[in-house]
């Protein structure tokens, strides 16, 4: 194996553990690492594909530890946009250049950082009234940047907050529509031939550790300080977004 190949299987052990972190509870940010990461040793449109069935196990878990305390007609309200979102999302990837999209990438996961840091002042100001609609929207902006960077998780935040739910109800409700949305983008990513069969044989020895993380994530809850660590999180996220847009 050479040093390269070393450096991608390196990286990828990395994202298992974080993608197995964040849905095991710390630091929700620490998945949304995943794809810029890898996207720095390989091309943005391999790692897309490569990421997907890595979370798609992840969900698995992350439903199971939240099981039957979500809210399904919130959940039922965002999948009509998100699929919106993933064709809008699929198209894109399917025409850009890989050069494009890695900078694009790196724009959504720039937006995404830059979210995290404001997000308490974002929700103090925002004055609202519910309403249906309001979650096809933003399925749709969920839908979108999810196929593009699997980077969702801000439009159905605010949505989730904005309902008024209890954090155990937003939690489950936010597992179980990312499992879904995981899986609508299944048939997508076939058609835009994302996924690479002799990629993901070869690195299936390290899909254990994402139920590893999990664990881990579920013990470390209260032992470390998750505002800390998703502060680090979020550092890392402005790294990797800057180097994908500049390098």
Known sequence: MDSEAALIILVIAVVALLIGLSKGGLGGTAGALATPMLALVMPADKVIGLVLPILMLADVFAVGLHWGRWNRKLVLLLIPGSIVGVIIGTVLITNA???????LLG????IFALYKILEQRILRTL?????????????????????????GGPPVSIYLLMQDVTPRVFIATSALFFLILNWIKVPFYLYADLFDIELLRQIAWLLPLVPIGVVTGRWLIGRVDAATFERIIVGLLLINALLLIFL
Do not use: M, N
């Open 97 to 103: 250049p890989t050069e494009t999209l890695r900078t």
């Open 127 to 151: 004055v609202y009234q519910s309403r249906d609609w309001h979650g096809l929207v933003a399925g749709t902006i969920t839908g979108f940047s999810s196929a593009l960077a699997h980077t």
């Open 107 to 110: 724009i959504i996961v720039l």
